[in-house]
C-alpha cells in the first residue's frame, strides 16, 4: 500500500497566511514561507498555498513567495487560488510550484484541465473541488467563487469528467465541514472515491489526530490536508504520522 501523505494548506491573503471558519472569519497566522520551512522539518508530505483573494494585485506576491519557497523547501509545493489560464499554469511552474490547483475556472473552462496535463502532465494538475450536500440529502452540489457562488453541477459527475480530462488528483473540500473541527465528512469523500481512480485529498473539517487517524480508516484516500490543527501547534505532523503507524497506517517518516 502507498504511503498516506499528510499536507498542511496554507491559505494566503496579502502575503500572509490567515485561517477562517466556513470561509469566512479570516485571522493572520503567519509567513507563509516560515511556516512551509517547519512543516518541512516536521516531514510533511507537501504543502499548498492557496492564494485566497487571488486578485492580480496579489500575483506579484504569490510569485516571490513561490519563489522564496521553492529555493528552501526539500517537499513539493502546490498552488491554487485564481488560476484562470494556461499561462497561470507556466507562471507558477516556473516560478518553481511542483503543482498547480485549479477550482473555478476548470468549471467555467473545463478544456483547461486537458489543455494542463497535456502540456505539463497529469502529475501537475490537481483539481480542487469546493462541495456541500444538498438541503434535500439527495447529493452534492459543487462550488465556486471561494464557495459563494452554487454551481448546480454535481459533485460526481464533475469529479468523474475531472478524471477523464486529465486531472491528476482531486481535492475535495467538504463546506459543511470547513473550519468547523469536528472532522473529515468522510460520506462525501467515499462517494467519490467510488467512482474515480485517481487519488483524493480529504480536506475540510480536520480537528484533531484522531480524524486523521479516522478519514485514513474509513476511506482511501490517499492525503489529508489540515491547517487550524499545524498552524496554530496543536499538534505536530511528526505526532500526526507517530499516531498513524500505531494504528498501522503506512506513511513517510524521518529515519
Same mark, same amino acid.
Given at each position: 500500500?502507498?504511503?498516506? +501523505?499528510?499536507?498542511?494548506?496554507?491559505?494566503?491573503?496579502? =502575503?500572509?497566511?490567515?485561517?477562517?471558519?466556513?470561509?469566512?472569519?479570516?485571522?493572520?497566522? =503567519?509567513?507563509?514561507?516560515?511556516?512551509?520551512?517547519?512543516?518541512?522539518?516536521?516531514?510533511?508530505?507537501?504543502?499548498?498555498?492557496?492564494?485566497?483573494?487571488? *486578485?492580480?494585485?496579489?500575483?506579484?506576491?504569490?510569485?516571490?513567495?513561490?519563489?522564496?519557497?521553492?529555493?528552501?523547501? &526539500? %517537499?513539493?509545493?502546490?498552488?491554487?487560488?485564481?488560476?484562470? *489560464?494556461?499561462?497561470?499554469?507556466?507562471?507558477?511552474? &516556473?516560478?518553481? $510550484?511542483?503543482?498547480?490547483?485549479?477550482?473555478?475556472?476548470?468549471?467555467?473552462?473545463?478544456?483547461?484541465?486537458?489543455? @494542463? &496535463?497535456?502540456?505539463?502532465?497529469?502529475?501537475?494538475?490537481?483539481?480542487?473541488?469546493?462541495?456541500?450536500?444538498?438541503?434535500?440529502?439527495?447529493?452534492?452540489?459543487?462550488? %465556486?467563487?471561494?464557495? +459563494?457562488?452554487?454551481?448546480?453541477?454535481?459533485? %460526481?459527475?464533475?469529479?468523474? /469528467?475531472?478524471?477523464?480530462? =486529465? @486531472?491528476?488528483?482531486?481535492?475535495?473540500?467538504?463546506?459543511?465541514?470547513?473550519?468547523?473541527?469536528?472532522?473529515?465528512?468522510?460520506?462525501?469523500?467515499?462517494?467519490?472515491?467510488?467512482?474515480?481512480?485517481?487519488?483524493?485529498? $480529504? &480536506?475540510?473539517?480536520? =480537528?484533531?489526530?484522531?480524524?486523521?487517524?479516522?478519514?485514513?480508516?474509513? *476511506?482511501?484516500?490517499? @492525503?489529508?490536508?489540515?491547517?487550524?490543527?499545524?498552524?496554530?501547534?496543536? @499538534? *505536530?505532523?511528526?505526532?500526526?504520522?507517530?499516531?498513524?503507524? /500505531?494504528?498501522?497506517?503506512?506513511? +513517510? +517518516?524521518? %529515519?
Amino acid at each position: 500500500m502507498l504511503a498516506k +501523505r499528510i499536507i498542511p494548506c496554507l491559505d494566503i491573503k496579502n =502575503g500572509k497566511v490567515v485561517k477562517g471558519v466556513h470561509f469566512l472569519g479570516l485571522k493572520d497566522v =503567519g509567513d507563509p514561507v516560515e511556516l512551509a520551512k517547519q512543516y518541512d522539518l516536521q516531514c510533511a508530505d507537501e504543502v499548498v498555498f492557496l492564494d485566497i483573494t487571488a *486578485t492580480y494585485e496579489n500575483r506579484d506576491i504569490i510569485r516571490d513567495l513561490i519563489e522564496r519557497a521553492a529555493s528552501e523547501l &526539500s %517537499i513539493p509545493l502546490a498552488v491554487g487560488g485564481g488560476i484562470r *489560464t494556461i499561462d497561470d499554469f507556466r507562471m507558477i511552474l &516556473s516560478s518553481g $510550484a511542483d503543482k498547480v490547483s485549479v477550482n473555478s475556472a476548470a468549471i467555467k473552462n473545463p478544456q483547461l484541465i486537458k489543455q @494542463a &496535463s497535456d502540456e505539463f502532465g497529469v502529475q501537475c494538475v490537481v483539481v480542487a473541488v469546493d462541495a456541500k450536500q444538498r438541503e434535500d440529502k439527495s447529493g452534492y452540489d459543487v462550488y %465556486i467563487a471561494g464557495g +459563494r457562488e452554487n454551481t448546480g453541477i454535481d459533485l %460526481i459527475e464533475w469529479v468523474q /469528467k475531472c478524471e477523464k480530462l =486529465g @486531472a491528476g488528483e482531486i481535492l475535495l473540500t467538504s463546506m459543511d465541514k470547513d473550519g468547523t473541527r469536528d472532522g473529515f465528512d468522510i460520506d462525501m469523500l467515499n462517494a467519490v472515491l467510488d467512482v474515480v481512480s485517481i487519488p483524493v485529498i $480529504a &480536506s475540510g473539517g480536520c =480537528g484533531g489526530i484522531e480524524d486523521i487517524v479516522e478519514v485514513f480508516e474509513k *476511506t482511501n484516500c490517499d @492525503a489529508a490536508l489540515a491547517a487550524s490543527l499545524f498552524h496554530y501547534k496543536e @499538534a *505536530t505532523i511528526d505526532e500526526v504520522k507517530e499516531e498513524c503507524v /500505531k494504528h498501522h497506517i503506512p506513511v +513517510r +517518516r524521518n %529515519i
